[in-house]
């Protein structure tokens, strides 16, 4: 495994925590802004399996959690779990350049507003757990999956990230 490959995949989820809860933070739509570092995590995922995923997951949800007032491990549970569920598609999904990102992305975003609800409910506030499905993140899920060709596609530029045809 090369240099890049290894550390590259964790570098760039926590360069997008940072751009997105910096940078981001001043491009919003009715207070809403892309989740772009959720959209890498289920490229690196996809690409490189369930232990580097939850790998990746972790390292980005953890750095959400320290930047973000969500508590503690709240963003690293669901960006762990996520980059499981799409490490176990590696190799099984076909990726076409524009519909199975966005369907894969928004399905990941569902997944993050529904465990979210979940979690905000059995540990804090059940009333908060309503949140979780607010106008606000209904826009992100539309903003991501209009994202995710364009980072995918961005993303296999890089050739380390192509499937090589004699299947290693």
């Given at each position: 495994m090369t240099?890049?490959k290894?550390?590259g995949s964790?570098?760039?989820?926590?360069v997008?925590?940072?751009?997105?809860t910096?940078?981001?933070?001043?491009?919003?739509?009715?207070g809403?802004?892309?989740?772009?570092?959720?959209?890498?995590?289920?490229?690196?995922?996809?690409?490189?399996?369930?232990?580097?995923?939850?790998?990746?997951?972790?390292?980005?949800?953890?750095i959400?959690?320290?930047?973000?007032l969500?508590p503690?491990?709240?963003n690293?549970?669901?960006?762990t779990?996520?980059g499981?569920?799409?490490g176990?598609t590696k190799?099984?999904?076909?990726?076409?350049p524009?519909?199975m990102?966005?369907?894969?992305?928004?399905?990941?975003?569902?997944?993050?507003m529904?465990l979210?609800a979940?979690?905000?409910?059995?540990?804090i506030?059940p009333?908060l757990?309503?949140?979780?499905?607010?106008?606000?993140n209904w826009?992100?899920l539309?903003?991501?999956?209009?994202?995710?060709?364009?980072?995918?596609?961005?993303?296999?530029?890089?050739?380390?990230?192509?499937?090589?045809?004699?299947?290693?």
């Amino acid at each position: 495994m090369t240099g890049f490959k290894k550390w590259g995949s964790i570098v760039i989820i926590i360069v997008s925590v940072l751009v997105q809860t910096t940078i981001l933070r001043n491009f919003t739509i009715a207070g809403a802004r892309p989740d772009i570092a959720l959209v890498f995590l289920v490229f690196f995922a996809n690409f490189e399996g369930k232990m580097r995923g939850q790998l990746i997951g972790f390292c980005g949800g953890f750095i959400e959690d320290l930047l973000s007032l969500s508590p503690l491990g709240f963003n690293s549970f669901l960006k762990t779990l996520i980059g499981f569920l799409y490490g176990i598609t590696k190799g099984k999904i076909f990726i076409d350049p524009i519909l199975m990102p966005a369907i894969l992305t928004g399905i990941a975003t569902l997944v993050k507003m529904i465990l979210g609800a979940l979690l905000l409910s059995i540990f804090i506030d059940p009333v908060l757990a309503a949140e979780a499905f607010s106008v606000h993140n209904w826009i992100a899920l539309g903003f991501n999956m209009l994202l995710a060709p364009f980072l995918f596609g961005f993303m296999k530029l890089f050739r380390i990230y192509r499937i090589r045809q004699d299947g290693f």
